[in-house]
């Protein structure tokens, strides 16, 4: 059929010449290019001892937040659970105890919260939802483990460690 | 001497094993077994060009062809082609004759002598060459030429026959 | 033949025997890391320094590994498979001289373990039998994939032997001996026989490939069109002595080439050096000479393996009938020609 574009371009499959029939040439070269790599420095890094940067906006494992006397952010209001399109967050509240002002900044605080490693996806959105600032994505990749329970994470493992340490 | 009956023991064995092996691929490896025996008497005999010649075409390449053929066969209980009587018949016949023949020959010949090399060294690669290049010059050709038969013959078998419509 | 004598062949024996399974052992490392410096990476460095005791580690996972043999598989075909493979691998290294003979006091050794009369066609009938191993391994596993890289094996060898067979031919005729030890002897100091014969060391290493099923050759274990091809049913250490095999006849064909082409031992000025450091240093500075032939064939078997992308089977076949072999017999006329008329 006739093109209407034009655009098509016909390629002729010449006959190969004899340089080319004969092949070894074309290994020859082949070989140089490889023996080229041979002796360039190599490109990968020994990842558990070295590690790339992350970048800016890399979105890595959760901690929950301190501010600046210590104390811990989060006030258990329930929005980041409600945010997190894989279900991957949960809850207690506990009130605040007289004498435990130290500990928790606001009357209302999570006595348990617990993080889904293998259902979230790290979208970021329980960041955005948070009203106090109390929860980043900001760790390092999450670690393997060898059975699924060890991946859900409780506050120990989540909440940043004391300022005093 | 002793080894030589070692190794004549188990070549009869191993070709018997051939004849009785219900496998085929199983009796052709019994022939390669009994052709590595075959080795080891010329090797005996101090025919070391002999010796490895059998070793490099019988079964190093007539035997694979052999397995090759072998494995590629359907060779399933249902597939065998059932025997006439009259195939049995003409078996019978055909054994008997040869028994006759063999029988005959051996009264013929009456008790062989053993054969005394004049030249020990006779089955080495130099005198061989110079036995069969000028003493045998006229058999040896006419044996290639026999082969070179044989060829064309399978060449001209494997050939298509051109399609008359 | 003294006790003494036997004694020292035995130690000979055992000495290559170790040798070829280490090089071969440190060859799978040297496999990896050098496919690795070609792809611009770092390659095994976890087990010890530089990752050294890889191959220890990869023959321990293959000892523990769970032995499979499969329900329908012929059993005892099934073990006599990868045992024939790494048995006809390991014979072949018994003509080859490592060097000149050694004189200890007044005693000669000899640094060959048999120079029989017929060396070369020792060597060729080894290669040939080397596939047994290959063919009734993946006959006896009854899965077609195996069976189909058992033909291809087949089939392969025995066109590529032809050709091997046409090359070293010519070399023959340069020689005038198959005594792999006079072969040796006559490429004394620079006379190496690939000077004599280029074109046959080109057929002779195409082939060498084919021979031992490596890259672009190793048609009989396609990954892509066979999964695994002959060895696609073997696990655990049947499985390693299949792979083994294949780096003992890599390094067997690298000894072999070295010494019918590229003067085995001898290298120039070898008689000046000799003369200076004794007659037990310069022959053992010979052997080292061609342990670094050997490995620079090895390293050559992975620089191709690296570079080259494997053939289609009818490629092969072409190469092999159509190409090789009328270059073969154009080699043996034309070394003929020339010998006629300008001598050697």
């Known amino acids: 059929m006739e093109s209407l574009s034009n655009k098509k371009k016909v390629l002729e499959a010449k006959p190969l010449t004899l340089a080319e029939k004969a092949y070894l040439p074309a290994i020859v070269r082949g070989m140089g290019i490889t023996l080229k790599h041979f002796f360039k420095k190599d490109v990968t890094i020994r990842y558990p001892e070295q590690k790339r940067e992350f970048s800016e906006n890399f979105r890595g494992m959760h901690s929950l937040k301190r501010d600046e006397q210590g104390r811990e952010r989060c006030t258990a209001c329930g929005l980041c659970a409600l945010s997190c399109p894989a279900e991957a967050i949960t809850m207690t509240a506990a009130e605040r105890q007289p004498g435990e002002e130290n500990l928790y900044r606001e009357e209302k605080y999570a006595a348990v919260y617990e993080i889904n490693m293998l259902r979230c996806i790290f979208c970021g959105l329980c960041e955005e939802a948070c009203p106090k600032e109390a929860i980043y994505l900001d760790g390092d990749i999450v670690p393997s483990e060898f059975i699924r329970k060890d991946f859900i994470y409780g506050k120990d493992k989540l909440v940043e460690a004391p300022l005093n340490q | 001497m002793s080894t030589f009956y070692v190794i004549a023991f188990l070549s009869i064995v191993f070709s018997l094993l051939v004849i009785f092996a219900k496998n085929p691929v199983h009796s052709v490896l019994y022939l390669i077994l009994t052709f590595f025996t075959f080795t080891i008497h010329y090797i005996l005999l101090n025919a070391q060009f002999l010796a490895v010649v059998n070793f490099i075409v019988y079964m190093g390449a007539i035997m694979v062809l052999f397995l090759f053929v072998m494995m590629l066969l359907n060779l399933n209980k249902d597939t065998e082609p059932g025997k006439h009587n009259l195939a049995k018949l003409a078996g019978v016949i055909a054994g008997g004759c040869l028994l006759v023949v063999i029988a005959g020959s051996l009264k013929a010949l009456g008790k062989s002598e053993p054969v005394v090399l004049q030249n020990p060294d006779l089955g080495l690669v130099k005198n061989l060459g110079k036995v069969l290049f000028g003493e045998f010059l006229l058999p040896f050709e006419v044996s290639s030429v026999l082969l070179l038969s044989a060829m064309v013959g399978a060449v001209l078998l494997a050939k298509k026959e051109p399609r008359t419509v | ?344």
């Open chain 3, 1 to 344: 033949m003294e006790l003494a004598d036997i004694l020292i062949k035995f130690g000979l024996i055992v000495v290559i025997f170790l040798i070829s399974l280490v090089v071969a052992m440190y060859s799978t490392y040297a496999e990896r890391k050098v496919a690795a410096f070609f792809q611009d990476r770092v390659g095994p460095n976890r087990a010890g320094p530089w990752g050294i005791l890889q191959p220890l580690a990869d023959g321990g996972k293959m000892f523990m590994k769970e032995e499979i043999i499969p329900n329908r598989a012929s059993g005892l075909l099934f073990i006599v498979g990868p045992s024939l493979a790494i048995m006809t691998a390991c014979i072949g290294s018994a003509v080859i001289p490592w060097g000149q003979p050694l004189h200890i006091g007044s005693k000669v050794v000899d640094l060959q373990v048999t120079d029989i009369n017929v060396g070369v066609l020792y060597i060729f009938g080894v290669v040939s039998l080397g596939v047994y191993g290959i063919m009734i391994g993946g006959w006896a596993s009854n899965n077609k994939y195996s069976l189909l890289g058992a033909i291809r094996a087949a089939s392969q060898n025995i066109s590529y032997e032809i050709s091997m067979g046409l090359a070293i031919i010519a070399l023959l005729m340069v020689n005038g001996t198959l005594s792999l030890k006079e072969i040796a002897e006559q490429q004394h100091g620079w006379h190496w026989n690939v000077i004599y014969q280029p074109l046959g060391f080109l057929i002779f290493i195409v082939c060498a490939f084919a021979e031992t099923n490596r890259s672009p050759f190793d048609l009989p274990e396609c990954e892509t069109e066979l999964i695994g091809g002959y060895h696609t049913e073997y696990s655990s250490m049947k499985l390693g002595f299949y792979l083994f095999a294949e780096y003992i006849n890599m390094f067997v064909s690298s000894a072999v080439m070295a010494t019918l082409y590229f003067g085995g031992y001898n290298y120039p000025g070898m008689d000046w050096v000799t003369a200076h450091v004794g007659p037990v240093i310069g022959p053992l500075i010979g052997t080292v000479v061609l342990f670094a032939k050997i490995f620079l064939f090895i390293f050559f078997f992975m620089w191709v393996r690296w570079t080259i992308p494997r053939f289609r089977y009818d490629q092969l076949m072409n190469l092999g009938w159509r190409t090789l072999i009328p270059l073969a017999i154009a080699n043996i006329v034309l070394t003929g020609i020339i010998m006629t008329f300008f001598g050697k």
